[in-house]
């Protein structure tokens, strides 16, 4: 993009804010990927793809993996209708976040920072770090649960080589913007094909599962079942996916018009709604697999991963059953290394416009989540991992509610939207699934807080 357009697209979408676009979100891939303009539906399509398959990645993180295997192991398939509404949640989010960052030129980082006071953007940077580190937390222990049970690495010596990823991410970063979505893509297509294979051998009950995903009143009735779903709703939602949606949609050359604004806005929101149903077929697959096996041989206790996979060779009568189970974990944790390092760069700069270069950005992140990891696992081995792991998702669902109010506000906000503000039908179910969300996550925090 020339100064000249970088300098008509800041005045113009600097209206309904205090002070206008220093500098574009994610500066070095800022439109960098080309849009063909007389070029077929399907072409344009192509070419806005891959944003969404980078957020989905956060939906199916090692975080959400214990809640899913808890809730198939004690309920069956009963829960299926809370993956489909939590995802159907995710949809509706995650476009606003889509559209914000297409209108307006800002990331959600960004626009927080022009809007709010000083001290108040400060205290949602500091939250929106703790979150990303919190996140990171999930993913470090996923890598080195994988690691030990794939290659038999001690639990302490997995944590430690997770930091080495901060080469890869390096790595793909300077290889451009699209090698990042490759890499994403194919480790979600590594994890659907190995959940699709551990379905077959599986063979659940077609019927029960499509039973599942209609909702019933004994999810809300049973204190048990409750407590799991809400777990179920609280792992999925990400705070920093809204911020780093927000963004990389900005990544797309696309015209900075009215209708080629209201273009790029179609194209991905459907880029991210076919890339959550994968996020949709691969939490649902962990839990029908969990409810097919499990549940079936009245194994209702299962919840940590580790038990899982050295289960599931015996109850499946084959050691593919595990390998697969293993392999799609590790690809899980890797996969959401990729996306969190990207959320944090998006964050640090957008909120308190400080620039480091990535990999030290990536280390910084890495050792914070590293450190606490290694100190837990030294003291109280795979029992005190696995309860860290539970407690990144209790950090992340305190974070929260900082990330969807500022979306939902914004968004329908008609000085800083203009002509593309929420319908107010779109603005009445969005503070009704925030309410919902952030009311559930308190609970959950509740819950969590007086079991301790």
């Known amino acids: 993009m020339t100064d000249q357009h970088h300098e008509a697209v800041a005045s113009e979408q600097g209206k309904g804010w205090r002070k206008g676009i220093t500098q574009p979100s994610l500066q070095e891939v800022h439109s960098s990927m080309r849009v063909p303009k007389n070029a077929s539906k399907f072409r344009k399509f192509l070419a806005f793809a891959g944003p969404g398959y980078l957020v989905a990645v956060g939906y199916m993180d090692p975080g959400n993996w214990a809640t899913d295997l808890a809730g198939g192991s004690q309920f069956g398939y009963t829960l299926l209708s809370v993956i489909l ?15 914000l960052g297409i209108v307006t030129g800002r990331d959600l980082a960004q626009a927080c920072r022009d809007h709010y006071s000083k001290p108040v953007a400060m205290v949602l940077w500091v939250l929106c770090e703790i979150a990303i580190a919190a996140c990171d937390l999930a993913e470090v222990i996923g890598s080195a649960i994988a690691l030990n049970l794939l290659f038999g690495i001690p639990l302490l010596y997995g944590v430690l080589i997770t930091a080495i990823d901060v ?19 194919a480790l979600i297509g590594t994890i659907g094909v190995c959940f699709g294979v551990e379905i077959l051998l599986a063979q659940p009950q077609i019927s029960e599962i499509m039973q599942g995903f209609i909702p019933r009143t004994e999810v809300v009735t049973n204190p048990a079942m409750l407590y799991i779903a809400i777990g179920i709703i609280g792992a999925t939602v990400m705070p920093h996916n809204l911020y780093l949606h927000s963004s990389i949609v900005q990544t797309r050359d696309f015209e900075r018009t009215q209708t080629g604004k209201r ?22 697959s962990i839990l029908i697999l969990s409810a097919s096996t499990f549940h079936q041989a009245g194994m209702t206790d299962i919840a940590e991963i580790g038990d899982a996979y050295y289960l599931l060779t015996p109850v499946l009568g084959t050691t593919a059953a595990s390998i697969l189970f293993g392999v799609a974990l590790l ?13 944090g760069q998006i964050v640090m700069e957008g909120f308190i416009h400080f620039r480091i270069t990535p990999w030290l950005r990536r280390l910084i992140t890495r050792l914070i989540a590293i450190v606490p990891t290694v100190i837990v696992t030294a003291l109280y081995g795979e029992k005190g991992t696995t309860e860290l792991l539970i407690l990144s998702q209790v950090i992340l669902s305190i974070q929260l509610p900082f990330a ?32 919902v969300i952030i009311a559930l996550n308190i609970f959950l925090i509740y819950q969590t807080v007086t079991q301790l």
């Open 263 to 284: 273009e790029a806005i179609q194209y991905a929101r459907l880029d991210s709604t076919i890339a959550l149903f994968f996020a949709l077929f691969i939490n649902a």
């Open 167 to 185: 080469l890869l991410v390096l790595f793909l970063q300077n290889k451009g913007f699209r090698y990042i979505e490759a890499i994403v893509i």
């Open 85 to 99: 509404l939590s995802n159907i949640m995710a949809m509706f989010l995650q476009a606003l976040a889509g559209k």
């Open 404 to 435: 969807i109010v500022p979306l939902v506000q914004f968004t329908s906000s008609k000085a800083k939207m203009g002509e593309f503000v929420n319908k107010k039908w779109v603005t009445a179910i969005a503070w009704l699934i925030s309410g």
């Open 331 to 343: 690809a899980s944790g890797q996969n959401s290394t990729l996306t969190g390092t990207l959320a």
